[in-house]
């Protein structure tokens, strides 16, 4: 029977292999028209700073999500590859400054001050094509926000390929007062040498870390050196992905004092974020999460 089982594992695995590259390949296939569509939308995720017990959201991170006629709301990791492939990440990312400049300008408009940020993540590919900070540029300066209210979420990928050129594309960006953070930070080809001299505001934490702190001493170790890199630079340290109180605790602990995740919000719909401001939410004190867990 052992034989037969096999054979009916390696037939069910074929299968389901099968299915799920028919699967793909239709989403590759529905991708290129998606934008004419209408189908991108983003959500927003809360980004906090915690600091002796009270809570203040300081910004979002915009993070699109595909609604796909019949597939339903899908997440990047199914879409984002094949159009970093085909080269429609970069008409994505303009559609996200777009879409994410338009909602800074109706939340400006709810709160009596323009007091946060909006983070956006910016592909490699789109930010090292001839000519992006000037559109950018161009853009931020139709939209009338002002560009101190957005940040863009960078990895190293895109600091790696032309140094150089990556540098005069974020000495622009900064000097228009746009913030710059490196997102994922810990997992790539990390090097010191490039950061003493970019305009990098903010290191995010790479969630991986902050998952796995309990697993292994060397998290804790790596996230305790990235803690010291930003006191010793100057530069704001967010941690991402925390789920848990303790998490949080440890890193509050070592001096950690912004904050992703979903112990404090999950991303959730524009119109949702409109609700924490008609009510303040994001004053709040205290130290809890500011919605029943979900999920
Ligand atoms: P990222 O920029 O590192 O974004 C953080 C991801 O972690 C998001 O996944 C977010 O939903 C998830 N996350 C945040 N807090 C927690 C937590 O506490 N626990 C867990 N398990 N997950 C958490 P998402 O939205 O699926 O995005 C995945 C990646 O796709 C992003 O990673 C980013 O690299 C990329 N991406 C998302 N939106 C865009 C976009 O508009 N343009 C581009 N170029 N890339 C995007
Ligand atoms: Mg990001
Ligand atoms: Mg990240
Ligand atoms: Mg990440």
């Not at 190293?156 to 953070?181: C, F, P, T, Y």
């Amino acid at each position: 029977t052992a034989k037969l089982e096999g054979g009916d594992g390696i037939a069910w695995f074929h299968a389901e292999l099968h299915h799920r590259v028919v699967a793909q390949a239709q989403l590759d296939a529905d991708l290129p028209g998606a934008l004419a569509r209408d189908e991108f939308l983003l959500f927003y995720e809360p980004q906090i700073r915690w600091l002796g017990g009270t809570r203040r959201i300081i910004g979002y991170e915009a993070l699109i999500r595909w609604m796909h006629p019949q597939r339903g709301l899908l997440s990047p990791i199914e879409f984002i590859g094949h159009a970093e492939q085909t080269g429609m990440i970069s008409e994505i990312d303009d559609w996200v400054l777009r879409e994410t400049l338009r909602q800074a300008k109706i939340w400006n408009d709810l709160r009596s001050s323009a007091d946060f940020v909006l983070s956006i993540n910016v592909s490699p590919r789109r930010f090292a094509e001839e000519g992006f900070a000037e559109h950018v540029e161009r853009t931020v300066r139709q939209s009338g926000v002002n560009p101190h209210q957005l940040r863009f979420e960078l990895t190293e990928r895109s600091l790696i390929k032309d140094a150089e050129q990556a540098r005069e594309v974020m000495q622009r960006l900064s000097s228009m007062g746009i913030g710059l953070a490196l997102d994922d930070f810990g997992t790539g080809f990390s090097s010191l040498r490039y950061l003493h001299d970019l305009p990098v505001t903010m290191l995010k934490i790479d969630r991986s870390f902050v998952r796995n702190l309990w697993e292994s001493e060397r998290n804790g170790t790596i996230i305790n050196s990235i803690l010291s890199l930003g006191r010793d630079l100057r530069l704001d340290v967010m941690a991402e992905g925390v789920e848990t109180r303790a998490q949080l605790d440890w890193l509050a602990a070592q001096g950690c004092s912004l904050f992703q995740g979903y112990y404090f919000a999950r991303p959730r719909a524009a119109a949702e974020i409109a609700i924490d401001f008609a009510t303040h939410m994001q004053e709040i004190g205290g130290d809890g999460p500011d919605e029943p867990r979900r999920g």
